[in-house]
């Protein structure tokens, strides 16, 4: 008598070959083709079974509703270490295909033509694919609706639709240009690659973006355009925002705020990839904010959306473990934000160790103008760059040995100190080499950190630390490591403070530094009330919109530096207009050294008001004393500067005339003092040119005026003479 199911599966396999096993609910299954197989009368032997636990014999889908899987995975082979895989398995293995109710498999077939772009070579290619598809939408977003698909290779013999992929067809609710799919397919693979230069850095939990295409339906009206992403089950996630927003109606998660950081500081301040969404770790649909905000669609909020992200922004673990630094912050928004975090479960990930975990490193000048060729890079495995070691002195070698990491499958690091090598600090897979493993990497004390200013604009690079070959991220970017050891500028992280380094070593040129924009943006925010509970204007947080404007002005942003002048000098802005500070001695030396690094930043309207403040005393505060010198000093930087906007529409010198400034300056020579010599023959000069200037913008009356204080001038020339 056949036993039941749950007999066989306590019995072991010591039973007759013979025994027979019922198969419920199987119709057909893989014969033998010596006989007729007992699967097929509703039976399964131990033999069968056994085939199959040898892979000698393939499941189909009715036995796998049903098959134990014990039958592959015996008791005796399952221990504590793999008992979490084998349970993951087990659900695999009855896992049944969520879509199978709607039957996709009875509609309509179509033929349509897939787009897919690579993103390192920068091309699209093209491929014919047979779908089926629903004509009515099970959900829809802001702007698409999202419709079942599933898809068949036009190559592929098999017309099993049944066992097809399931895929998610998404498509614009309001009308688009056709060239909006493409660049959205565009934007998904470059933060793909970002995705792939994240995982590099070995964090805790990998992350990966959906792959995603266009498909064309060619034989339609029209030949509507979709985009096309697996479906995937799950609980349906949105992390972060492309203006603010973080979840955390569930769990305050690391890992998606960890990776938007990393494209920051890992980019050197280009780009940042924001809009986090998807099912766990497996994101789709993000957005990519770039500093000029040219590119990826009306999205890319350019340094606004930067600005919002870290405003929200508070560094987790998986930040500390990557080297991240901290966005500076005013001690409200700071505090505000923890009070946030604090009434929101914190997420359970956690950096089991430190030191396997590779730190940012900022990109060259090169790898920042096309930051798609360092990713490309990054993927590349080679052994030349280890040529070029010997040539360095004994005593300037980098230091290589031997590392043994549990990972035998990890990487290594070769690094390259010669900067003519195409190939330096790049991968090594062990699996190249037979002789590989003896190739070590370069091994650097914890926190070691070997900075570079090899490329033009002077920025840094930093090493990571800790065991290099467990560490295969780093050698992407551990380029020029000879130049490293010998210069000490700092990464460009999302410190304020690094920034100063840069800009004191005349790295950083006024308006050159994106994370003094974000804080001016930041500012800008504050003004508006943006940040401002439930949008009260009245409750505007004025002390950190101060404090970010105060940085952006540290940091170089030319219209942050005028208002903080203006504002320490109580005197009209544009910017935080209803924002005020105390009238007193120490914040008018602010404003006065404010305004200076406004004048030599070329700001006309600065140097102006620096000329009269040395000529008159007056607005120059206690640091600094009246000086003719200075004062003839910056009216000739004004005369030699002219601002005007692009269409001409605008010209400084129309609120100053260069004949007015040639004018003051003749009048100080005239008299002399305070630094300056007095020297008529010079004044004389001035009030003629300034006279010529005056007559050619038709100010007859003041040219004739001009021309009579050269006589004078030059009557005392003569009177000096005699």
């Known amino acids: 008598m056949p036993r039941t199911e749950s007999e066989s599966t306590t019995s072991g396999f010591e039973d007759d070959d013979v025994a027979l096993y019922p198969i419920w609910g199987v119709n ?5 083709n010596s006989k007729e197989s007992s699967t097929a009368k509703g039976y399964m032997t131990l033999r069968e079974r056994r085939q199959i636990k040898l892979g000698l014999r393939k499941p189909t889908s009715e036995l796998k509703e049903i098959l134990p899987l014990n039958v592959l995975i015996p008791n005796s082979k399952i221990t504590d270490k793999n008992r979490k895989w084998y349970e993951v398995l ?15 498999d009875t509609l309509e077939e179509k033929l349509a033509m897939r787009h897919r772009y690579d993103p390192i070579k920068q091309r699209w290619c093209q491929d014919e694919i047979r779908i089926k598809m629903e004509d009515q939408p099970f959900n829809r977003g802001a702007m698409r609706q999202c419709f079942r698909l599933k898809k068949l290779s036009k190559f592929c013999h098999s017309d099993n639709w049944l066992h097809a992929g399931n895929y998610v067809a998404k498509k614009y609710m309001e009308s688009v240009d056709r060239s909006v799919y493409f660049e959205d397919v565009k934007l998904q693979m470059d933060a793909k690659l970002w995705g792939e230069e994240y995982n590099r850095h070995n964090p805790p939990k990998k992350i990966d973006i959906f792959q995603m295409y266009v498909i064309e339906l060619i034989h339609e009206p029209g030949s509507p355009l979709y985009h096309l992403e697996h479906f995937i089950e799950g609980e349906y996630i949105k992390y972060n925002s492309n203006s603010g927003f973080v979840e955390d109606s569930k769990q305050c998660r690391h890992t998606p ?5 990393f494209t920051f500081e890992r980019s050197g301040h280009e780009i940042i990839v924001v809009d986090i969404q998807g099912v766990g770790d497996l994101y789709t649909d993000p957005q990519i904010h770039t500093e000029d905000g040219i590119r990826y669609g009306d999205g890319n909020l350019g340094t606004k959306g930067m600005a919002l992200f870290f405003q929200s922004h508070e ?12 966005f500076d912050l005013s001690e409200a928004e700071r505090q505000a934000i923890i009070e946030h975090h604090a009434s929101t479960p914190s997420s359970a990930t956690e950096i089991r160790d430190i030191n396997l975990v590779g730190h940012v490193v900022s990109p060259t000048l090169e790898e920042r103008t096309d930051l798609k060729r360092m990713l490309s890079n990054s993927r590349q495995r080679t052994l030349s760059s280890l040529s070029d070691l010997g040539s360095l002195p004994e005593d300037e070698m980098p230091k290589i040995e031997k590392q043994r990491c549990t990972d035998s499958s990890a990487p290594i690091l070769a690094i390259s100190p010669n900067g003519n090598n195409s190939d330096e600090g790049i991968l090594i897979d062990k699996h190249l080499d037979e002789d590989s493993s003896d190739i070590s990497s370069i091994h650097q004390p914890p926190r070691s950190r070997f900075l570079s200013t090899s490329s033009s604009d002077g920025y840094a690079y930093d090493t990571s630390e800790g065991c290099a070959s467990s560490t295969p991220s780093n050698a992407a970017s551990l380029t020029k490591l000879y130049e490293q050891r010998l210069f000490g500028l700092p990464t460009r992280s999302s410190r304020v403070q690094s920034e100063h380094v840069l800009r004191s070593k005349s790295c950083l040129h006024t308006g050159d530094s994106i994370l003094g924009q974000i804080h001016h943006d930041l500012a800008k925010y504050h003004e508006i009330g943006r940040f401002a509970c439930d949008g009260d204007e009245s409750k505007i947080d004025w002390q950190s919109a ?38 007193n001695e120490e914040n008018t030396n602010k404003g006065v050294e404010f305004m200076l690094q406004a004048a030599e930043a070329n700001d006309r309207a600065s140097m102006l008001y ?16 009246k000086s003719y010198k200075s004062a003839v000093h910056w009216y000739q930087t004004a005369l030699l500067t002219t601002d005007h906007d692009d269409h001409g529409e605008f010209d400084a010198t129309m609120s100053d005339p260069n004949y007015i400034l040639l004018a003051a300056q003749a009048k100080l020579y005239l ?37 009579m204080k050269a006589d004078e001038a030059w009557a005392q020339l003569d009177e000096g003479q005699e």
């Open 90 to 104: 087990k659900k695999v293995w009855h896992h049944k295909d969520p879509w199978q109710v709607f039957h996709l």
């Open 671 to 707: 008299s002399g003092g305070f630094g300056l010599e007095k020297d008529p023959n010079k004044a004389g000069e001035l009030y003629s040119e300034a006279a010529d200037e005056a007559m050619a913008a038709m100010k007859g009356q003041l040219a004739t005026k001009f021309y």
């Open 257 to 261: 705020q960890a990776f938007s950081h």
């Open 610 to 625: 620096m000329a009269k403040a040395f000529e008159t005393g007056y607005g120059l505060g206690t640091k600094r004393e």
């Open 315 to 326: 560094c987790n673990e998986i930040c500390h473990a990557l080297g991240l630094e901290g």
């Open 546 to 583: 101060l404090f970010h404007e105060e940085h952006a002005a540290e940091l170089g942003v030319p219209e942050a530096i005028i208002t903080m002048a203006k504002i320490y000098l109580m005197l009209p802005h544009d910017v935080l207009v209803n924002c005020t500070v105390p009238a």
């Open 28 to 32: 057909s299954v893989e014969e033998d």
